[in-house]
């Protein structure tokens, strides 16, 4: 009933940025929180940033002072802006939506996966 599609991955150099988006569409009549995951070869998911839909905002201490998450809730889309990319930066990024299909189930959310875009810092 919900997709999610993310976007804006790509190979770029340290220091350098990226900005990623994640649009959901489908049967939405809110979404509640959201949020950035990323894995890397060998290594479990792992959340980045989360945004709830009250504006209240979560990061991983790797990434603090780097990356700015943000959402547009008229587009339904969520954004993760990079800066200072390193290279262990480098995996997949995944979005995460907390999704509510209607009023009359307003209460009980369901989460949704995109299916994620490669992030790749190198030299």
């Known amino acids: 009933q919900v997709q999610l599609v993310e976007s804006g991955g790509g190979l770029v150099q340290p220091g350098e940025s990226l900005r990623l988006s994640c649009a959901a569409s489908?049967?939405?009549?809110?979404?509640?929180?959201m949020g950035w995951y990323r894995q890397a070869p060998g290594k479990d998911r792992e959340l980045v940033a989360s945004?709830?839909?009250?504006?209240?905002?979560n990061y991983a201490d790797s990434v603090k002072g780097r990356f700015t998450i943000s959402r547009d809730n008229v587009k339904n889309t969520l954004y993760l802006q990079m800066n200072s990319l390193k290279p262990e930066d480098t995996a997949v990024y995944y979005c995460n939506a907390k999704v509510n299909s209607d009023y009359a189930s307003r209460f009980d959310e369901y989460g949704y996966w995109g299916q994620g875009t490669q992030v790749t810092v190198s030299s």
């Open positions: 489908g049967r939405i009549f809110r979404i509640n929180a």
């Open positions: 945004i709830t839909g009250g504006g209240r905002i």
